[in-house]
């Protein structure tokens, strides 16, 4: 299986903060990446896809980079709607995998 | 806008069988993957399997040898079947859509999820 690793895991920012995670595969995975926010108590929604592809209806200050082996999400500046939970998600190969998350807090 | 929900019982006994529906609101499942994924409280997101509009399946290996993924029972429904359960596999599960393609595959729209404990 492929293991997809995210970094960091908790991140504290504030609003309008420009704020960057990573996500790092154990081997090349092209651009067969995607990133979902999750929210408490809700499914995840899809916001990049392909690795640098903003999903429609997705906002622009989201933006994806990368390819290989490591991937960067980027959000330009942080809305209080985006504070959740961010994964990760390879497609290259069965089975899928997702990163362990990185958790946006309020600082 | 395509929506999903997920249905079945909340409660499975150990060394049961689980068996969840995926509802899609369209009037038949004609195109497309239909995936299952789940997520055990607290924790991250597993990737279970899918099944293609013609009935083909492919399964996390960690799970193969319990699981199933079938069309139906109605012609806009998919089903998981996930056989001797166990408290590991205490979870919400997620049914969605997977769009595959040569060039990518991405889960969307999701249902809203629904939570199966294993307990006796």
């Known amino acids: 299986d492929i293991q997809m690793t995210q970094s960091p895991s908790f991140l504290s920012a504030s609003l309008g903060d420009r704020v960057t995670f990573a996500c790092r595969a154990s081997?090349?995975?092209?651009?067969?990446l995607n990133w979902y926010q999750q929210k408490p108590g809700r499914a995840p929604s899809l916001l990049i896809h392909?690795?640098?592809t903003l999903q429609s209806g997705a906002p622009s200050r989201f933006s994806g980079s990368g390819s290989g082996t490591e991937f960067n999400l980027t959000i330009t500046s942080l809305q209080p709607e985006d504070f959740a939970t961010y994964y990760c998600q390879q497609t290259y190969s069965v089975p899928e995998t997702f990163g362990g998350g990185t958790k946006v807090d309020i600082k | 806008h395509v929506q999903l929900q997920e249905s079945g019982p909340g409660l499975v006994k150990p060394s049961e069988t689980l068996s969840l529906t995926c509802s899609v609101s369209v009037d038949s499942i004609n195109s497309y993957y239909w995936s299952w994924i789940r997520q055990a409280p607290g924790k991250g997101l597993e990737w279970i399997g899918y099944i293609s509009y013609t009935g083909h399946t492919n399964y996390n290996p960690s799970l193969k040898s319990r699981v199933t993924i079938s069309l139906g029972p109605s012609a806009n429904q998919f089903s998981l079947k996930l056989s001797s359960v166990n408290a590991a596999d205490t979870a919400v599960y997620f049914c969605a859509r997977e769009d595959i393609t040569v060039f990518s595959s991405r889960l969307g729209p999701w249902g809203q999820g629904t939570l199966v404990a294993v307990s006796s």
């Open positions: 392909t690795a640098v």
């Open positions: 081997q090349s995975i092209s651009r067969y």
